[in-house]
Each structure stands twice: as structure tokens, then as C-alpha cells.
């Protein structure tokens, strides 16, 4: 049995935990999660609990520190958290089986040898004489169709915090597509409606007082996760809302969009961030605004909506193919730099006899592998 414990230590990115439970659970291996429960906000963990019909261990963030020892791999599921990390794990001698995931490049540090980015804007120049790979946070294994809606308005959702600066002025997303629709058609078919936690909410609200005092702007903060996916079951679209040329075009992702294909709910997004994705053919796509094809959004028929799901569904049953495809490799493939280290040779006795035969994939150019 191979050993993984994963292990996050900041109050973010349980939502890309998922990815990691759904591989790892499929192969029968064995898991521990390092988490503050406490600290989940939006009650990610219960909900995968349930989604994989699986109860994970969960024991407190810093008790891996004493367990490091136990486990086969380590998987630090947000490289940011390098200030909180002990001293030892910058030693070879450890860190040759720790994998960090990177959302941005400025995190990633000399000492860390696997790695995983969850964005392609996270490359191998960035990741040089590592062992990396990029896993797109989404799992297959939530299959609910949605969109049950009850009117016959289109919905339209923007989900996570809005960053800005002191004068208001967002930095990540673009409040103005938002606006342009809600002044060229005030009386339209449809509503916006955002999720995020209170307190983003509470700020973004306050420095734009417009979208608390317009009717068609729905707001649902705080919301946990269970109930944030009942309420989307009414959604039509999500949008990312990136503003161009920003931040999620050139260092981190958004996470608008595993979200999205997670729960089957085709993107409204602007074609050049689709396109860095491989998400045209699933999404609706617009050049400059969201004008541009709001007729098309407002009048499309049932059939030609489910198409779109469809699409997203199987494009998300690639992703995931590819994702364990990935994951074997980071986890299978020597270390090549200062540090040689075999899988196999490293793993306790005891375990390396419980384990699959490997077989050499001959279509792999990367020299990945595949468990039979």
C-alpha cells in the first residue's frame, strides 16, 4: 500500500483538494488529510467525504510534522505555504518525496523537486531540473446534470472574491463586463449572481455600491459548499470575469474554471483565456465583452445548451484521464539533478511488494507510467 497524506496548512485551496482524492482513492491508496477543519470555510472536506462516499482521515495540519516518516509522498497542496514549512523539509533527504502545488511560479523554491502546477501559466521554464507536471484541479466524479432552473431567466454566475485596492479598482476581475450588460439591457432576462465569502462581499459591495442597489445582482455569501451547488443548479453559466491581460492570463488560475467543469456548468468567458485552457469548444466565448454575444446567451434553445454540457463533460472526462496520467508520473519517475532517487528503491519493504507492476507506456514520450 502506498502512503500519501495531504496536507494543507493556509485557510485556501480545499477546493482543489478533490483532484487529489479522487486519483488517489481510485487506486486503492491509502490516505491521510492534514487540515484545520476549523479553518474550511466553505466545508470542502465534508462534501468530498460524501461526493467519494469515502470517510478520509483528517488529523490536524501540524501533526504531519511528527509523521513524515509514515508516508510514501507528501503533497503540499499550495506552495505558498513555504513560510510555514519546517526547516528539514529543505533537506534532499526528505524533500526528494514531498510534491508541492504550485498556483503561481513566484512560490516555487530551489529545494522543491516535484512539483505540480494546477495552471499551464505555471511552466517547465519555471520548474527547471524538477520533476512536473500540470494537473488541472477537477475530478470526474460529480456527475449531476445541472440546471433546473425555476423561471425562465438565464443566470448568470461570478463565484470567489473580487480583489481591489483601497480606491475600489479590482484587480483581478472586470466589474465593467457586468455593467455593460446591466446598463444596454436594464430590463433584460437575466440576473448575476455572486458567491463569496461575507466578507469579500461586504468590501466588493461597498466600493461598488452599484451592485448591491441593482435588482438583476443577486448576492449569496457565505454560502458552504453543499448549498452553494444547490443554489447553482439554477445557474446557466459561470463567468471568470478575468480581466484582460491580467493575473490569470499570465501567473495563476482562476478558479472559476475547475469549478465550472467540476459541476458541469458551461463557462460564459473570453476566448483568449479558453483558448490558454483548451476550453473553446465548451464554453461561449466573446472577444472584448459580453455584448457581443448576449443575444445568443439570452435566446439559446434547450437542445443547443446541453450540447455545451455535453462537451464540458467530456472535457473534463480528458482532463481527468490525463490528470492520473500525470500524477503517475511525478510519483513514478527518478529524480534527474543533484538528487538520483528510484521510487521503488525508496519505498519501505513492505510496501514496494504490495504494489502494481509498473509497465512502459511506449506512447509516452515524457517516459511516464502506467499501473496495470
Not at 513560510?83 to 529545494?111: D, G, W
Not at 443547443?304 to 472526462?317: G, H, R, S, T
Request: aromatic content about 14%; overall charge positive; hydrophobic content about 40%.
Amino acid at each position: 500500500m502506498v502512503r500519501f497524506a495531504l496536507i494543507q496548512l493556509a485557510k485556501k485551496h480545499t477546493e482543489i483538494l478533490g483532484t487529489f482524492y479522487e486519483i488517489i482513492l481510485k487506486n486503492k491508496w491509502d490516505l491521510t488529510v492534514f487540515f484545520d477543519l476549523e479553518d474550511d470555510n466553505y466545508t470542502f472536506i465534508p462534501y468530498y467525504n460524501k461526493l467519494f462516499n469515502y470517510t478520509i482521515s483528517i488529523r490536524k495540519g501540524r501533526e504531519y510534522e511528527s509523521e513524515m516518516e509514515n508516508f510514501d509522498f507528501l503533497i503540499f497542496a499550495s506552495s505558498s505555504d513555504d513560510c510555514r514549512f519546517l526547516e528539514y523539509m529543505r533537506n534532499p533527504n526528505i524533500s526528494h518525496k514531498c510534491i508541492f502545488v504550485h498556483h503561481q511560479a513566484i512560490h516555487i523554491k530551489p529545494y522543491m523537486i516535484r512539483n505540480i502546477s494546477v495552471t499551464p501559466l505555471v511552466t517547465n521554464d519555471h520548474l527547471n531540473n524538477t520533476v512536473s507536471q500540470y494537473i488541472l484541479p477537477v475530478y470526474k466524479s460529480y456527475k449531476t446534470i445541472h440546471w433546473k432552473p425555476i423561471s425562465n431567466k438565464v443566470i448568470f454566475a461570478v463565484i470567489g472574491a473580487i480583489r481591489g485596492v483601497n480606491s475600489g479598482k479590482t484587480v483581478d476581475r472586470d466589474l465593467n463586463l457586468v455593467q455593460e450588460v446591466l446598463n444596454a439591457y436594464p430590463e433584460g432576462n437575466y440576473e448575476f449572481w455572486f458567491f463569496m465569502r461575507k466578507n469579500d462581499w461586504a468590501w466588493i459591495a461597498r466600493k461598488h455600491k452599484w451592485l448591491r442597489e441593482n435588482k438583476r445582482v443577486v448576492a449569496f455569501p457565505g454560502l458552504k459548499t453543499e448549498n452553494m451547488i444547490k443554489v447553482l443548479h439554477q445557474a446557466k453559466f459561470i463567468l471568470p470575469l478575468a480581466k484582460k491581460k491580467g493575473w490569470f492570463y499570465w501567473e495563476r488560475l482562476t478558479g472559476s474554471i475547475p469549478l465550472a467543469v467540476n459541476f458541469n456548468i458551461p463557462l460564459l468567458i473570453d476566448r483568449e483565456l479558453a483558448a490558454i485552457y483548451g476550453l473553446q469548444d465548451c464554453s461561449m466565448c466573446y472577444e472584448n465583452s459580453i455584448l457581443e454575444i448576449y443575444e445568443n446567451l439570452i435566446k439559446m434553445s434547450d437542445d443547443n445548451y446541453y450540447q455545451y454540457i455535453v462537451k464540458i463533460v467530456k472535457y473534463k472526462k480528458d482532463i481527468c484521464k490525463q490528470n492520473e496520467k500525470n500524477f503517475f508520473d511525478i510519483c513514478m519517475r527518478q529524480i534527474i539533478g543533484k538528487h538520483v532517487i528510484n521510487y521503488f528503491d525508496n519505498l519501505h519493504a513492505k510496501n514496494a511488494a504490495n504494489l502494481p507492476e509498473p509497465r512502459q507506456n511506449n506512447n509516452d514520450q515524457r517516459r511516464g507510467f502506467f499501473f496495470r
